[in-house]
């Protein structure tokens, strides 16, 4: 299969599946990782609007929902707490970023949606050895949360507030 072929047939493979990994594709069409890597930046350069989540590619899709952002400050070890709590209470918790004195703002796409999600999440994080991007700016970063609507965003807001995990500015 030639370059052209395998991106158009990678672009139907996404349309046609809600999520699918880099390794998946490149099994599937005997490539490397890195070549669908490169695939999909292509596709993205040519307007597609695929975006990469902690599991795979997928196609963002038109939303409807009610988009929010919280600005968070809490531990390492709190953090499978403050995921848990946003998906219990409706929430999705789309990208998280953090405000880099060097870099500016860095965001990292999550599309965390359920328990399944932040178990894979939280595993990566440990297995692999990785620190989350908030541990560069003393635990403060933003989450941009979607949900159905006002009313959840703002029990979600209340529920990380309750459990400390809202940032404050102390001044």
Do not use: W
Request: aromatic letters at 6%; proline letters at 1%.
């Amino acid at each position: 299969m030639n370059t052209i072929k395998r991106r158009a047939a990678i672009k139907d493979e996404l349309q046609n599946q809600k999520l699918i990994s880099a390794n998946q594709l490149a099994r599937k069409y005997g490539v490397s990782r890195q070549t669908v890597v490169g695939d999909i930046a292509l596709l993205r350069a040519q307007g597609e609007p695929i975006i990469s989540t902690v599991n795979g590619y997928k196609y963002q899709e038109e939303s409807t929902s009610y988009h929010g952002v919280v600005v968070c400050q809490h531990t390492f070890e709190q953090t499978r707490e403050e995921l848990e709590n946003i998906i219990s209470l409706g929430g999705e918790v789309v990208d998280v970023l953090i405000e880099h004195s060097v870099y500016g703002q860095i965001v990292g796409t999550l599309g965390l949606a359920n328990q399944s999600d932040i178990n894979d999440f939280m595993s990566r994080v440990k297995n692999e050895n990785h620190k989350l991007l908030a541990s560069l700016t003393n635990g403060i970063h933003l989450h941009n949360i979607s949900c159905k609507d006002e009313a959840a965003f703002n029990k979600i807001q209340q529920r990380l507030d309750e459990l400390g995990f809202l940032y404050h500015d102390k001044t």
